[in-house]
C-alpha cells in the first residue's frame, strides 16, 4: 500500500525555521507529482507548496512565497519543505500528498480535490 510519512513538525518560535520531510514508501516519486497542504484548527485544507515530477517546476501560496522552499529527493525518495520566518498563523497540520503524473506534461498542483494519496500529517506549531 502507498504511504507518505512526514516528519519534522514541532514547536518553533515566530520567525523561527521548521523542515518538514515526507518518505513516500511502495511507490516512486519519479511519477507523482508531491504537495504539502496545511489544515488550522477550525480552518479548510489549503495548499502550501508543490512540486512536478517532469521538470522540478514548483508552486507556492501567496502567504508563504519567499518564506517556504520545496525541493525533493528522488534518490531518497523524500519531498522536503523548508520553512522560514515562520509566523503564528502558520500553526497547523501539514500534509504531504501525492497525485500520480497521467502525462508527461502534467504539473503539480494545489487543488486538494485532485489528490490520490495523502499523509497522516505532521504538527507544527508557532508560538513564543
Known amino acids: 500500500q502507498v504511504q507518505l510519512v512526514e516528519s519534522g513538525g514541532g514547536l518553533a518560535q515566530p520567525g523561527g525555521s521548521l523542515r518538514l520531510s515526507c518518505a513516500a514508501s511502495?511507490?516512486?516519486?519519479?511519477?507523482?507529482?508531491i504537495a504539502w497542504f496545511r489544515q488550522a484548527p477550525g480552518k479548510e485544507r489549503e495548499g502550501v507548496s508543490c512540486?512536478?515530477?517532469?521538470?522540478?517546476?514548483?508552486r507556492y501560496a501567496d502567504s508563504v512565497k519567499g518564506r517556504f522552499t520545496i525541493s525533493r529527493d528522488n534518490a531518497q525518495n523524500t519531498v522536503y519543505l523548508q520553512m522560514a520566518s515562520l509566523k503564528p498563523e502558520g500553526t497547523a497540520v501539514y500534509y504531504c500528498a501525492a497525485k500520480r503524473r497521467r502525462s508527461p506534461y502534467d504539473i503539480c498542483t494545489l487543488n486538494l480535490n485532485l489528490i490520490d494519496y495523502w499523509g497522516k500529517g505532521t504538527l507544527v506549531t508557532v508560538s513564543s
Open positions: 511502495r511507490f516512486t516519486l519519479d511519477f507523482h507529482n
Open positions: 512540486i512536478s515530477s517532469n521538470d522540478g517546476s514548483t
